[in-house]
């Protein structure tokens, strides 16, 4: 199989899928999907691995699929983090610019990122992801790039995220287990930010909203960077139970009818419409109003947009929504969503499907596999921000892959 270091591998580890996909950076920067892996994901539970052996067998077959349709034999890969075990901070760093001449050097960078960086963690945690929100060069603020500036004192803003260092080795370990190195762990709202969210939305302040089937995570983006994230064990496993507990029904066909008839808002769905749902357990099917699904499920979305509403109304980052909210992750599929969320929020809604790739782009068309794509789109840009460094020498030397910047 054909080896290129052009190629970037994002794996994604969801509570009910792993998603692998193969993208190769072509001439003009341009990121093509080549191959596209996907497996039911056993062993996996809120993010977290519940059992290594049924995880490593789940990521092997996903693998296996990716490099049987890339032709590329997967070696490192991007992969990601979610789930409620992670938490997030912002802080703020500073220090003085070193060179003689007071212009700012990418070793000012560094060292700024770092002293805001340096927040207590317990021995148990550790830090993924430092993301610079802004820079301030004395009291000019809204810096996104300082390098070349004139200047005394370098502050930054950045958001921390922070994840169990346990659950990070035994994810590193199913990963190594197939045969892979973890080029970097990222963040999964962070990933999808990179496949859904326009530069527009971030600069202008948007929430994003990932639906899983374990859990919804939101993320705030403002000014062109994160600035917030907060994760609740709901989700579209949830709404599944619901409808298996009142329907009298097991959960493979509660999710078979959830798929073919939910919907989250019992308005939407017209009175008369009867439906047949099966009860393979039972040996029977059983005709009821599509409206008694809707009421079911109508109770659990609102539910779950209220508590994400509540945490930002409490962060006081309501205001800084002007963009609206956009849905994600395959939750958002129930038809009714994006009206409930836009209910709660008081805000216009949108469906992020993945883009800004090209290539096999009709298989990661959906916001199933946003994570995915955006994996591939955050490893494209650390490549290059990586080359760039190499070019230039000391700054990835002295600080590894610990900082993420602005382009
Ligand atoms: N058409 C659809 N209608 C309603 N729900 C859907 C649809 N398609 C998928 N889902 C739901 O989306 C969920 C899976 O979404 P996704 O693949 O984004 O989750 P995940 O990444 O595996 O989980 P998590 O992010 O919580 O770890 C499941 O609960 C599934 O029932
Ligand atoms: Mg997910």
Redesign the pocket.
Known sequence: MAKSDNHIVGI?L????IGVIVAKVLEKGEIGIIGLGKSD?KGMR??NISSLKEAEASVKSSVIEAETMSGYSIQKAYVSV??CYLNSINSRGVVAVSSKNKVIEPIDVARVLQNASSIRVSNDQKIFHTIPQEFIVDDQDGISDPIGMHGQRLEANVHIIIASATILQNIATVIHNCGIEVEDFVF?LLADSYAVLTPEEMELGVGLI?I????TGISIFEKGAICHSHIIPI???H??NDLSVLLKIGIPDA?IA??KY?CALTSMVSEDEMVEIQSSQQKKSTVIAKTKIAEILEPRCFELFQLLFENIRDTKLLKAINSGIVLT???S??PGVSEVAERVFDHHVRLGEPMGVSGLTNLVDSP?FS?SVGLALYGAKSLKQKQTETKKGLFSRLFGKMFEFFE
């Open positions: 994604d969801g509570t009910s899928k994901a809120r993010g979610g789930g999964n990932n899983g089937h374990g859990t989700g579209g496993e709404f599944t999710e959830k798929k939910g992750g395959g939750g599929l129930l199933l994570t």
